[in-house]
């Protein structure tokens, strides 16, 4: 039996009338714990209402039905402007609800039989929770990207590998893999959007009242890696000094470290040395490369350009053209390390990683592994999984990337971690989560077949 919007609106009004008689204050942390949880039911159930909301007013607003449709009569030329009104939402919030309301929304035949939606398994993650609005509109947009130029069994194939996948991510890591699964479905249009990039590339120089200088920079993602990769090594040092400092005890006898820097003050100061050792340098030998910028790819991808490229800190892929005109600079090494004969396994003969280590150890799992953490490599340390001091070795298999704030709290605080096939999964400690439910770390990957 299909509940009246009065019964609703009665259901929804006890609930808000309920949570004015909640004491916050006076929970207990565990009590305070399990509501923050429980809230994400509440919020994952209306963002399903939203959404199929969100999409039958986008098709009782169509434009095939001129003045007579429900936005229109209301005073706005689209759908999702009304509801920016109507639920008092950004303009782009109204918008996107309405995307992917009628994404996932059933259709109907002209002879009145019903069509599936265009988007089944984001409909069925939104019911049941899985995924939210904001998570199910980044993969809708990134699909829809790559609708023209691959097949609609591709297309539901990438559907699926990324609602599976989401669950447990941010919006920002859902956003990620959707870029790398729309690449792969599109891999044709990799090298025009690499194009379009180049011809939006920018840097305006702005006065400010102050006296300070506002440099807008925009630049396409090998330009990106290339720069944050210098900015990052350099900060990544500062923070490795600043905490040899500290392990070291030289804060003590009356020494104080001033050193107390934010991180966009550290990254201005990394980028004015960078430019001041350019300038420097001008008209002299060139010398070693201060920085690497890693390029990940296939050797198929390598070979003959096909395809799409991945730099490392850098979300939006490249060409594979792109990254084999970047191969020949001498800043740019290959994802493939250890060569040479280099000893990745060392067992107990020395305590830290080798550089070759923590190279081979930021390409398995790219930055620090804790979940949503987006530190990148440069600013982690290597953490034995088999702790040193109780005998664990130091070889890759028993090493994992951790910035320093979390290697800290892998210590001190109780966490536990267990890989399963080379996936670290983090288990809080009672007092976060009574059940100790492990949690996802690591970069994610979603394996796609070549078709």
């Not at 916050?24 to 509501?35: I, K, M, R, T």
């Not at 011809?199 to 102050?210: F, G």
């Not at 990106?224 to 005890?249: F, P």
């Not at 987006?374 to 034995?384: F, K």
Request: a negative charge.
């Amino acid at each position: 039996m299909m509940l009246s919007t009065r019964a609703l609106a009665s259901r929804i009004g006890a609930f808000a009338d309920e949570w004015g008689d909640v004491d916050l204050e006076a929970l207990s942390a565990d009590e305070f714990l399990a509501l923050t949880a429980d809230l994400r039911s509440v919020r994952r159930a209306l963002d399903h209402a939203q959404t199929q909301v969100a999409g039958e007013l986008a098709h009782r607003s169509a434009p095939h039905l001129g003045g007579d449709g429900i936005a229109r009569r209301a005073g706005h030329s689209r759908p999702g402007l009304f509801l920016a009104e109507l639920w008092q939402l950004t303009s782009a919030e109204g918008v996107r609800l309405c995307e992917v309301g009628e994404a996932t929304r059933a259709a109907t035949a002209v002879d009145g039989s019903a069509l599936p939606a265009r988007y089944p398994a984001i409909g069925e993650a939104l019911a049941t929770g899985a995924v939210s609005a904001d998570a199910a509109a980044v993969i809708v947009h990134e699909l829809e990207q790559a609708a023209p130029r691959c097949s609609a069994d591709a297309r539901l194939a990438g559907e699926r590998a990324l609602v599976d996948h989401a669950p447990g991510l941010t919006v920002k890591q859902v956003a990620g893999i959707a870029r790398h699964v729309r690449d792969h479905l599109d891999q044709d249009g990799a090298e025009p959007r690499d194009v379009i990039r180049r011809h939006r590339r920018s840097l305006t120089m702005v006065q400010l009242p102050d006296g300070m200088t506002r440099f807008v920079w925009t630049m396409p993602p090998e330009t990106a890696g290339l720069v944050r990769a210098g900015i990052d090594h350099l900060v990544g040092e500062q923070l490795r000094q600043k905490r040899d400092r500290d392990q070291q005890g030289l804060a003590t006898d009356g020494m104080v470290d001033l050193d107390d820097r934010t991180m966009p003050q550290r990254r201005a100061d990394a980028a004015e040395e960078l430019f001041r050792a350019a300038i420097a340098s001008f008209g002299t030998a060139p010398t070693v490369p201060l920085v690497t910028m890693v390029i990940r790819m296939t050797l198929d991808q390598l070979l003959d350009g096909c395809g799409a490229a991945q730099i490392d800190g850098i979300e939006a892929g490249i060409s594979a053209t792109t990254a084999r005109l970047l191969a020949a600079e001498a800043n740019i090494i290959p994802a493939v390390l250890g060569g040479e004969g280099e000893v990745l396994d060392l067992g107990r003969s020395r305590r830290l990683f080798s550089t070759a280590q923590r190279q081979a150890l930021a390409e398995h799992f790219g930055g620090c592994v804790f979940p949503s953490c987006a530190h990148p490599p440069s600013y982690t340390e290597a953490h034995h999984l088999h702790w040193w001091s109780n005998g664990g070795p130091t070889d890759l298999a028993n090493g994992i990337p951790l910035c320093s704030f979390h290697h800290h709290r892998i210590h001190d605080d109780g966490w536990e971690i267990v890989m399963r096939e080379r996936v670290p999964y983090f288990v809080p400690p009672p007092w976060i989560d009574t059940d100790r439910v492990p949690r996802r770390g690591g970069k994610v990957v979603i394996p796609m077949g070549t078709g």
